[in-house]
């Protein structure tokens, strides 16, 4: 009666009758509605007809054995409360369908009760069938390219993790042609067809899955075309193209070369650069592939504005685009800056300011420059995180730490609360970090702040405090260790610096049976050490890289309760070996460390060998390659390691993806030697689990190594294991 404007006693209106029945009809709860109207005695009896909306009052599901009722209600679009509507119950049968067939019930149906949805009852009835196993998937037509390499490239399997059944999903056998077609012309067939073809058992219980591969010619490139290209000749733009005249044609090639040159004219301030790479066919299985270039004027740097920044402070942003030379004046290189956040120096920018997401976009012209927008969003930078891990080396251990990326030493709270919530100590970029490491056979502590821009200049400031306590072979360590180093990085990403550390080493609770040498530095040991050291990373990631190298070396002096020197110097060399149809990277790691003790050094300063992982020697108990200390009770006893002088250590590493890069088998021959006995070697294979968390992944190794050279005192152990995760 609200919603109506009719009203008794007025004139009566068929027209407004009807606008009125609408008025109701648009009423959430209502289906539709109408008006009769009826004459008695000179007047109209006007009488709105509603006919309401059905209620959902009842969901249920029959014949579900696989997936539960609740799982099966939240693939529904409604739920128990809902005005009924048919559109969204048929909606309901395509997505617990898709749902089943992801899970391989290749052969569900589902159907509705139409007897109970007048009175708000949505029954499915549903016949699960057999979840369908893959016994066997094959190819047939592949000249050119191995079964076995197939086989890697798609995902349709027989086993999951080698061990477990796969089952048939129609979607990822779909998603595998796709794979293989665009494979099989990416080696420039390109009239190349798959098609494939599942055959069911008799039962429906399992399916051979055939992909029959039509190859077709390989096309070739018969002439490269390069149009409007003023600024860089020919030979210059393809000097580093993929595509050449004689050799097999493939668009993905073809679209490379245009990224490639469009990153030329980018690089050199071609802020509006466009490349656009076409083909033809000419003659049989000959291809005409043409690049038309549009130029655009150059422009320099112009003014730089920064938005979105409401914490991270201005100076954060504009001192990494100093050191990547993004700066007023200078060519407007929209390639490292591609206005997407996808471009070297977004993404550096990102990562250094702790960034959300991060683009740098031209914007109005002045003269020969470009104005630039930097428009950032900021993200979470601070974090409380628990942890725990276990190894062979170092038993259990947990963790708790805070972590603030964003830290700001001078920026006191100006009361409790700004303390509460984080307003803080937030906004200049530099990282503070407090951890504490119980654990059951050594634990630490550790508080941490680095400045990366020490007056805004590429030299970055660390300085810790740090705690760790451990039982060794025949006593107790306790260290208590303060620290500060400065390092400066250069535009040939070399980086050299200096360190200092002050450290106080108690050793207590000796063995009586303990060696002279560590009765020597019993109780309370000061040390202070300054260090020099360069070093150079060319590697492509920080967590998992495949290509470049990482030199780091250094010499320390040390003075205190003890005065010796030590070198250092480690190299690492990344490559892929093989790469297969699947994108999954065969990577070969290769690693040389060296160093050297001058001088008189206490048992806890020198070097050990053996343990988990590619910086020792495998196959080789923690701590179990190292010069002997005769027993002080039996000098005809040398059991417990005192240390060696020097050590020279080689790793030869290959890790090979399984299913994902994520598993990867592992294959890796060490060789070392220190300053006793010969040289110690040993051959291992084992497995690495990559857990993606929230700054990279932590891997789990696990490793299985037997030397195969060493020395009769050695402590060798064929098993070692390291497994770690955050919550």
């Known amino acids: 009666l609200a919603t109506v404007r009719a009203r008794s006693g007025e004139e009566f209106d068929t027209a407004s009758a009807a606008e009125d029945a609408s008025r109701i009809a648009l009423i959430d709860a209502v289906e539709y509605a109408y008006y009769n109207a009826e004459v008695v005695g000179g007047e109209v009896n006007l009488t709105f007809v509603v006919v309401e909306k059905n209620l959902v009052r009842v969901i249920g599901f029959n014949g579900n054995k696989a997936s539960d009722a609740d799982n099966l209600s939240k693939e529904l679009g409604f739920k128990k409360g809902d005005y009924l509507d048919i559109f969204l119950v048929n909606s309901g049968i395509e997505a617990m369908t898709e749902m089943y067939h992801k899970k391989g019930f290749a052969f569900v149906t589902i159907e509705t009760d139409p007897g109970g949805l007048p009175v708000g009852r949505v029954a499915y009835n549903i016949d699960e069938g057999f979840r369908v196993k893959v016994r066997s998937v094959g190819f047939e037509g592949n000249e050119s390219i191995k079964t076995k390499e197939l086989k890697k490239a798609v995902k349709t399997k027989s086993r999951k993790f080698l061990l477990w059944p796969a089952y048939y999903v129609s979607q990822v056998v779909s998603d595998d042609v796709d794979k293989l077609l665009g494979i099989y012309q990416e080696k420039a067939f390109l009239d190349v067809s798959v098609v494939p073809e599942p055959v069911f058992s008799d039962d429906s219980r399992s399916v051979e899955i055939t992909f029959k591969i039509n190859e077709g010619p390989v096309y070739r490139v018969d002439e490269i075309v390069l149009r409007d290209n003023e600024y860089f000749d020919l030979e210059t733009l393809s000097a580093e193209m993929r595509l050449r005249a004689g050799e097999p044609y493939s668009e993905e090639r073809g679209n490379f070369d245009a990224k490639k040159i469009l990153k030329r004219y980018l690089e050199m301030g071609f802020v509006d650069a466009q490349v656009n790479h076409e083909y033809s066919f000419r003659g049989p299985a000959k291809i005409l592939a043409e690049f038309t270039i549009t130029e655009g004027e150059r422009f320099r740097i112009g003014r730089i504005d920064i938005s979105g920044n409401q914490f991270v402070q201005d100076r954060v942003i504009r001192r990494v685009l100093d050191e990547e030379k993004f700066r007023p004046g200078m060519w407007y290189n929209a390639d490292i800056a591609r206005g997407d956040g996808s471009g070297e120096l977004e993404r550096e920018v990102k990562q250094s300011a702790v960034l959300e997401s991060l683009r740098i976009l031209p914007g109005e012209r002045q003269g020969e420059s470009r104005n630039v927008l930097v428009e950032a969003m900021e993200g979470q930078t601070g974090s409380v995180m628990l942890g725990a891990g276990v190894a062979s080396d170092s038993g259990l251990i947990g963790q708790l730490s805070l972590n603030q990326r964003n830290f700001d030493i001078s920026d006191t709270p100006d009361s409790f609360g700004e303390l509460l919530t984080a307003k803080a100590f937030r906004g200049a970029g530099q990282q503070f970090r407090i951890s504490l490491n119980p654990g059951t056979v050594q634990s630490s502590f550790s508080v941490n702040f680095t400045e990366p821009y020490l007056y805004d200049m590429p030299v970055s400031l660390s300085t810790a405090l740090s705690g760790f306590e451990r039982g060794r072979e025949s006593y107790d360590e306790d260290r208590l260790k303060g620290y500060i180093g400065v390092e400066k990085r250069y535009d040939n990403e070399w980086r050299r610096g200096i360190s200092m550390r002050v450290e106080s080493v108690e050793v207590a609770d000796i063995d009586a049976d303990a060696p002279k040498e560590v009765f020597d530095v019993k109780g309370n040991n000061d040390l202070v050490g300054a260090r020099v050291f360069i ?121 090979v993806p399984l299913t994902s890069e994520m598993f990867s088998a592992l294959f890796f021959v060490d060789v070392g030697a220190i300053d006793s006995g010969g040289l110690r070697a040993s051959v291992g294979t084992g497995i690495q689990i990559l857990l993606p968390q929230w700054f990279g992944p932590v891997p789990m190794r696990f490793e299985l190594a037997a030397p195969f050279m060493k020395e009769d005192e050695d402590e060798t152990r064929a098993f070692s294991f390291s497994i770690g995760a955050l919550f």
Request: proline fraction near 3%; charged fraction near 25%.
């Open 535 to 655: 070093r150079k990373d060319t590697t492509n990631s920080r967590f998992i890289p495949s290509s470049g190298y990482n030199f780091d070396a250094g010499f320390e002096q040390v003075g205190g309760d003890h005065t010796f020197g030590v070198f250092n110097a480690t190299q690492r060399w990344y490559r892929v070996l093989y790469e297969d149809l699947a994108e999954r990277r065969t990577i070969l790691e290769t690693k040389v460390r060296g160093a050297a003790i001058v001088g008189d050094a206490p048992v806890f300063e020198k070097f050990y060998g053996g343990g988990i992982g590619a910086d020792s020697i495998r196959g080789f108990d923690y701590r179990g390659v190292s010069t002997r200390g005769v027993s002080s009770l039996n000098p005809a006893v040398k059991d417990d390691p005192i240390g060696s002088d020097w050590i020279v250590i080689g790793n030869v590493e290959v890790a």
